[in-house]
């Protein structure tokens, strides 16, 4: 989740609302289209959202509850309650242990696949927000977005093996599959290499003209990474760090996902689109798509198995009178009107 994303909400509402005007055209400009939205409810803000890649189901970290979609029906299987402010959620791949950065609790919150049932409560660093799973060490990383490192979990034992510390404050972290991950630091807008093995920072790569990278995704046959910044994507090789390519995308994004059967790097904007871009090389780029969501869908997963992308977004009322200690309030969220929208080809 990015911090900065408060500060832009003024300039997003009149983006959302020039794409709003765009009507259909935007959606007839390529293969993608919203095929459904399921109305899930809830009234409380959400973060970063992911699919079971066994199971299938949907994972929505939605404020202090973890909200599981069948993506069969479209209906909510369960509810992880007890929490205080969730940021992601990732998956081991033995298929028994999911686990829920709880950032308002600074804490890894173990759960049970098949239940959902909450196992264990880990203490990590201050505010852990990106999560992922590094199979060759078997190992769960919450990056912790205020302390400026990362809390190192062995998946057998939920026991913390390691803290790693970073350069800057850590955004959306990704696993090459090989030994190595990668995280965005936002306020540095570089991209720090990891080598999971030894827990040392490889590399600590300025990634210009992106600033302020937050979601972030891999092309791991090709080596690529993409972060995706405002209006921006880089394309960075993975091995060297070198920025291959900045395709044009929309404004506030916050996630970001990779289809290695099309050759697809997508890109969730806040303004209310999602820009599908085509790998034509590694090294060359062309934007294939821009879709019209709505505004405030920043946040995406994609589900390898279907081709699908999930977003996220509610309905705003107005905005709070700014205050001494919150200058920049965000708009409020209607009651009952978060909304998951299924995208298809």
């Not at 030894?198 to 090709?222: F, M, R």
Request: hydrophobic residues 40%.
């Amino acid at each position: 989740m990015r911090k900065s994303l408060k500060s832009r909400w003024s300039r997003l509402l009149v983006a959302g609302a020039t794409i709003s005007m765009m009507g259909s055209a935007a959606v007839a400009q390529g293969p993608y289209h919203v095929a459904a939205q399921w109305h899930v409810g809830g009234d409380t803000g959400w973060d970063y959202l992911a699919v079971d890649p066994m199971s299938k189901l949907l994972y929505i970290t939605h404020g202090n509850h973890v909200l599981v979609i069948d993506t069969a029906t479209g209906k909510v299987k369960t509810d992880i309650t007890g929490l205080k402010g969730t940021h992601g959620v990732a998956f081991d791949t033995s298929g028994k242990f999911g686990y829920i950065s709880d950032g308002g609790a600074n804490e890894v919150v173990v759960f049970d696949r098949k239940t959902d049932a909450i196992l264990e409560h880990i203490p990590a660093g201050t505010n852990p927000d990106g999560i992922v799973f590094e199979p060759v060490t078997q190992t769960v990383w919450a990056f912790n977005g205020r302390s400026k490192n990362a809390t190192v979990i062995d998946d057998s034992t939920h026991q913390v093996v390691a803290t790693v510390s970073l350069p800057g404050k850590p955004e959306f972290p990704v696993a090459d599959g090989k030994g190595s991950v990668y995280d965005n630091i936002e306020d540095l807008s570089q991209i720090v290499h990891i080598d999971a093995k030894t827990h040392t920072v490889l590399g600590a790569w300025p990634i210009a003209p992106c600033e302020g990278p937050s979601g972030l995704a891999i092309d791991k046959q090709h080596e690529r990474l993409f972060a995706v910044c405002d209006q921006k994507m880089a394309v960075v090789d993975a091995n060297t760090g070198k920025v291959v390519a900045t395709p044009t995308i929309g404004d506030g994004p916050d996630a970001a996902g990779f289809d290695p059967k099309n050759q697809l790097a997508f890109s969730s904007n806040g303004e209310g689109t999602l820009t599908v871009v085509h790998e034509d090389s590694p090294d060359s780029y062309s934007v294939l798509q821009t879709l019209t969501t709505k505004r405030g869908a920043r946040t995406m997963a994609f589900d390898e198995s279907t081709g699908n992308v999930y977003v996220v977004t509610a309905d705003f009322g107005p905005r709070p009178a700014a205050t001494a200690d919150n200058p920049r309030p965000r708009p409020s969220i209607l009651p009952g009107s978060f909304v998951v929208m299924v995208i298809s080809r």
